[in-house]
């Protein structure tokens, strides 16, 4: 029943039966191998670590407006009222400012969210703000969820190395570590929209503890009136690892909470292969 819809990009990590269930409508960010560009959607993300493997040419770009018009219109045409678009941090991506250009030609009420995250952290805000949207909610109603829901995610990854990031330009204020963090592990973090350093460890076995350290950490922060938490562990080409962080967190988190997935393909281009991380988002 037509009502509020909300429309997330590819980067948020759902899982497309997830995301068809709860009636959100995906937009694919661009990944570029070799000059040939195709939809997110149709790039698997253990592609993406092979070609970086190879020493391939990768880049990715956002949707155009038109694009992205599209996907507004169709959802104007199905008789919805309003339009929630919600998306990756536009420190780290153009696409909020196409989704703003697009929401400009719709004639329904349409809100671009920046969520100022990535990945689950926004996938997760993005369940959220459907769940609500499902409700019947006004569209204030679906921000307000979606925003709370957001803010409250906390994320730490590690990478082999911040080449990848820096390549793409998206490691900002982790620049200043560069230099001798290439020898190591860097555990990063999103904070303002930005990805930025946290600490260094020398290997993946003292990176892998540390997550885990963090992560409870993070869960203890984010009890709530209902103690309900879901965590995300992401990877690229890392089952292994991201395994093992999910076997150290038995006990502590309901196996029904944790959703483990690569990271989507335009975000491996610029993390790289060997990446893990860990989303933790208290459910307000």
Same mark, same amino acid.
């Given at each position: &029943?037509?009502?509020? %819809?909300?429309?997330?990009?590819?980067? /948020?990590?759902?899982?497309?039966?997830?995301?068809?269930?709860?009636?959100?409508?995906?937009?694919?960010?661009?990944? !570029?191998?070799?000059?040939?560009?195709?939809?997110?959607?149709?790039?698997?993300?253990?592609?993406?670590?092979?070609?970086?493997?190879?020493?391939?040419?990768?880049?990715?770009?956002?949707?155009?407006?038109?694009?992205?018009?599209?996907?507004?219109?169709?959802?104007?045409? +199905?008789?919805?009222? @309003?339009?929630?678009?919600?998306?990756?941090?536009?420190?780290?991506?153009? $696409?909020?400012?196409?989704?703003?250009? *697009?929401?400009?030609?719709?004639?329904?009420?349409?809100?671009?969210?920046? $969520? &100022?995250?990535?990945? &689950?952290? %926004?996938?997760?805000?993005?369940? %959220?703000?459907?769940?609500?949207?499902? /409700?019947?909610? +006004?569209?204030?109603?679906?921000? /307000? *969820? !979606?925003?709370?829901?957001?803010?409250?995610?906390?994320?730490?990854?590690?990478?082999?190395?911040?080449?990848?990031?820096?390549?793409?330009?998206?490691?900002?204020?982790?620049? @200043? #570590?560069?230099?001798?963090?290439?020898?190591?592990?860097?555990?990063?973090?999103?904070?303002?929209?930005?990805?930025?350093?946290?600490?260094?460890?020398?290997?993946? +076995?003292?990176?892998?503890?540390?997550?885990?350290?963090? +992560?409870? $950490?993070?869960?203890?922060?984010?009890?709530?009136?209902?103690?309900?938490?879901?965590? %995300?562990?992401?990877?690229?080409?890392?089952?292994?690892? *991201?395994?093992?962080? !999910?076997?150290?967190?038995?006990?502590?988190?309901?196996?029904?909470?944790?959703?483990?997935?690569?990271?989507?393909?335009?975000?491996?281009?610029?993390?790289?292969?060997?990446?893990?991380? #860990?989303?933790?988002?208290?459910?307000?």
């Amino acid at each position: &029943m037509p009502g509020v %819809a909300v429309v997330t990009d590819s980067t /948020s990590s759902l899982n497309p039966a997830d995301a068809a269930r709860a009636d959100i409508s995906i937009i694919p960010l661009q990944v !570029v191998i070799d000059d040939i560009s195709r939809p997110e959607s149709e790039v698997r993300p253990c592609e993406v670590a092979r070609a970086l493997r190879e020493g391939r040419q990768l880049s990715t770009s956002r949707p155009t407006p038109e694009v992205i018009e599209n996907t507004y219109g169709s959802l104007v045409r +199905s008789g919805y009222d @309003a339009i929630i678009s919600v998306h990756l941090s536009s420190k780290i991506s153009g $696409t909020c400012s196409a989704a703003q250009v *697009a929401a400009t030609s719709v004639d329904i009420p349409t809100i671009v969210v920046d $969520t &100022m995250t990535l990945a &689950m952290a %926004a996938g997760f805000a993005v369940l %959220a703000g459907a769940e609500v949207a499902r /409700s019947g909610a +006004s569209p204030e109603a679906v921000v /307000s *969820a !979606v925003r709370r829901r957001a803010a409250a995610s906390t994320t730490y990854f590690y990478v082999d190395s911040l080449e990848y990031l820096r390549r793409g330009g998206r490691i900002g204020t982790a620049a @200043a #570590i560069l230099g001798s963090a290439l020898a190591v592990k860097p555990l990063l973090t999103v904070a303002d929209g930005e990805i930025r350093p946290y600490e260094r460890v020398r290997t993946e +076995s003292k990176a892998l503890t540390r997550l885990v350290e963090l +992560s409870l $950490t993070a869960l203890e922060q984010a009890a709530t009136p209902t103690g309900s938490v879901d965590v %995300a562990v992401h990877h690229l080409d890392n089952p292994d690892g *991201a395994g093992r962080l !999910v076997d150290r967190l038995s006990g502590r988190v309901p196996r029904e909470n944790i959703v483990i997935s690569e990271v989507s393909a335009v975000l491996g281009v610029h993390v790289g292969p060997g990446t893990l991380g #860990i989303v933790v988002s208290p459910r307000v």
